[in-house]
């Protein structure tokens, strides 16, 4: 079948209106013809030329396989081919190739085109550049691994504040072995939990900074006090919130309050007036500690400063004399 014949023919038997839209969209788009020998593109639109940098004679007449380079993969260059061939729709993420030879994550929705006698007539496909967005995941997610390692290493030091004021506590040894039991166990499940949060965003703010301040804190409830509204923490934010509080507890037993005797935290949050979609700010508050001095090394605090700009959001840390003060705000 001539290629070019069927090109202009796809204009004549489709609205002018139609195609002028279809021609125009921001979205890029292209149509190809199961009818033709080796399925060859017959149309595509202005934002599939710019995303894809070719000229549209030098696509017309092809298989969309010229996209492909050496990092697109066999699985799915195969499910592009499953969907074709079953005649569905569907959306596969396929590395693919601008003509300069850049690659871009393409998140390519396919699916038949029917006449009204539902005869196959066309194919189509539209193109979607997800490249930023799972950079980005992939940068978050990287964040969390080195938050994660830095969290482990902290542990032994923890553990060894809590055994040390435990050991001050408690002058009988069996009710000592059981206490640190109990304490070091409260430790650890705190740890576990938090690595794999659940997903189906039903956690208050006030249930997570519980469970973790009644792990942390060696001396219990009487260390730390929580204050604010009921807030169900959004999904995209367990696992950032959960670290943070982490690593502020961790500091605070090493260097803080929860390491002293009389030492205190508080963990107010509050709404924030007037922000659209809405946010919510969270203040850390120590006191009765030791005096405390900006740290020379910031891994801990830029890990989770990172990891609380990428969710949108930000934090300042002020080292008063009567303690650390941690200010975060957050979006929902």
Same mark, same amino acid.
């Given at each position: ?14 609205? #002018?209106? &139609? ?6 969209? #921001? ?5 190809? +013809?199961?009818?033709?020998? +080796? ?35 066999? =699985? ?38 029917? +006449? ?21 995941? #992939? ?6 691994? =080195? ?13 060894? @504040? ?78 950032? &919130? ?21 030492? #205190?935290?508080?963990?107010?949050? @509050?709404? @924030?007036?007037?922000?659209? +979609? ?30 609380? &700009? ?17 200010? &975060?705000?957050?979006?929902?």
């Amino acid at each position: 079948m001539d290629v070019t014949a069927n090109h202009v023919r796809w204009n004549l038997r489709n609205d #002018r209106a &139609m195609g002028e839209a279809v021609r125009h969209a #921001r979205i890029p788009l292209c149509i190809s +013809d199961p009818n033709a020998a +080796d399925n060859p593109i017959v149309f595509v639109n202005d934002a599939f030329l710019d995303l894809t940098g070719y000229e549209e004679a030098e696509v017309i007449g092809r298989n969309c396989r010229f996209l492909q380079g050496p990092e697109t993969t066999s =699985q799915s260059v195969e499910a592009v081919r499953q969907a074709i061939s079953e005649r569905r729709v569907d959306t596969v993420e396929i590395n693919n190739y601008r003509k300069d030879g850049s690659c871009f994550v393409n998140a390519l929705q396919i699916g038949p085109i029917l +006449d009204d006698d539902g005869t196959l007539v066309y194919f189509f496909g539209s193109q979607l550049d997800v490249t930023e967005r799972r950079e980005e995941q #992939r940068r978050v997610r990287r964040l969390a691994e =080195q938050e994660l390692v830095h969290r482990l290493r902290n542990i032994v030091n923890v553990m060894s @504040v809590v055994i040390r004021m435990t050991a001050r506590e408690e002058e009988d040894t069996g009710a000592y072995a059981t206490l640190i039991s109990e304490r070091l166990k409260a430790l650890s499940e705190a740890h576990f939990q938090t690595i794999s949060l659940p997903e189906d965003g039903n956690l208050t703010l006030e249930e997570l900074s519980d469970s973790i301040l009644r792990a942390y804190a060696p001396r219990g409830e009487r260390q730390f006090g929580l204050n604010g509204f009921h807030l169900v923490l959004p999904t995209q934010l367990l696992s950032c &919130m959960a670290l943070t509080l982490h690593e502020l507890a961790t500091n605070s037993v090493k260097y803080g309050a929860l390491g002293a005797e009389t030492g #205190r935290v508080a963990v107010d949050w @509050v709404a @924030v007036p007037g922000e659209g +979609d809405g946010r919510f700010r969270v203040r850390w508050t120590e006191s009765g500690g030791p005096p405390v001095k900006a740290p020379e090394r910031h891994g801990g605090s830029r890990l989770i400063s990172d990891l609380i &700009m990428a969710t949108g959001g930000s934090m300042d840390l002020r080292w008063e004399q009567s303690g650390l003060i941690a200010e &975060m705000e957050f979006p929902l």
